[in-house]
């Protein structure tokens, strides 16, 4: 059982990060016998991986056919971000508050902020083709300062609810920096964040996120409404939702 069991969460991760990294396309069939085949797994784990991603929100099932990675809609985009609008500029501006009193809070995110310096420094030193290549870098980066926040959020519910949202938001990450200017204007974002936390300035730390959220929001719609975007059948363009 065991085992069973370790498979089964070998196959979650490795299906989840083909889903987030948009190598599984929205709307792409998650066939148990191929996935089986190509995994090197028995069906069952492969089941209960494709029955955890449904709960996270990765996976739909539709009647009489098989599982599909689920859709990306312009609707589903906005409800998304207005409910982590809700959560996560309170989050920051607990951390901001908490680092005043405890400066260990504050530790990891000092090392985010240098490692963002470096990083701007040599990214602006590379040509167009070499910015692109160093986009898991950053990517990097931004998952450690989210990572950073849930873990030093002192309301457990608020970091369980943010946590649980993660695989929507980290899939979303590779449409949202479309490409070398907006991921400058989201390295100035993460920049402000960080700077207000380690200042522990709660009010600059919470309307820095909530800036970051709404110019990333802005940056979904554009590529989802883009000619440019192809997403195949998973992208729903609803501009009315």
């Known amino acids: 059982m065991a085992r069973a069991t370790g498979k089964s969460e070998a196959v979650y991760e490795r299906l989840k990060s083909d889903i987030e990294s948009l190598r599984l396309r929205p709307g792409a069939k998650l066939s148990e016998v191929q996935l089986s085949e190509e995994l090197g797994a ?12 449904a709960r996270d ?55 985010l902020l240098e490692r963002l310096e470096e990083f701007d420094a040599s990214f ?20 450690g300062f989210d990572q950073a926040v849930i873990a ?6 608020l970091a369980r ?3 649980d949202l993660r695989g929507q938001t980290v899939r979303l990450r590779h449409l949202s920096h479309s490409g070398p200017r907006r991921m400058l204007t989201s ?8 700077k207000a936390i380690t200042q522990g300035d709660a009010q600059a730390a919470e309307a ?12 979904l719609i554009d590529s989802l409404t ?9 992208v729903q363009v609803d501009i009315a939702g």
Not at 152 to 157: E, F, G, I, L, T
Request: hydrophobic letters at 45%.
């Open 42 to 53: 028995s069906r069952t784990p492969v089941r209960e991986a494709i029955r955890r991603l």
């Open 57 to 111: 929100g990765l996976v739909d099932f539709v009647p009489g056919e098989v599982a599909r990675v689920a859709a990306i809609s312009l609707g589903g985009v906005r409800a998304l971000f207005e409910f982590r609008m809700l959560l996560e500029p309170r989050a920051a501006a607990s951390v901001a508050t908490a680092g005043t009193g405890d400066e260990r809070v504050l530790v990891p995110f000092r090392g």
């Open 124 to 143: 602006r030193a590379l040509d167009a083709a070499e910015q692109v290549r160093s986009y898991q870098e950053f990517y990097e980066v931004t998952e």
């Open 152 to 157: 030093a959020c002192r309301n457990p519910y």
């Open 161 to 163: 609810t943010i946590r």
């Open 187 to 194: 390295l100035e974002e993460h920049r402000a964040m960080l």
């Open 208 to 219: 820095a996120c909530r800036h970051h959220l709404a110019q990333t929001l802005q940056a």
């Open 226 to 234: 883009s000619h440019d975007l192809a997403l195949g059948v998973g």
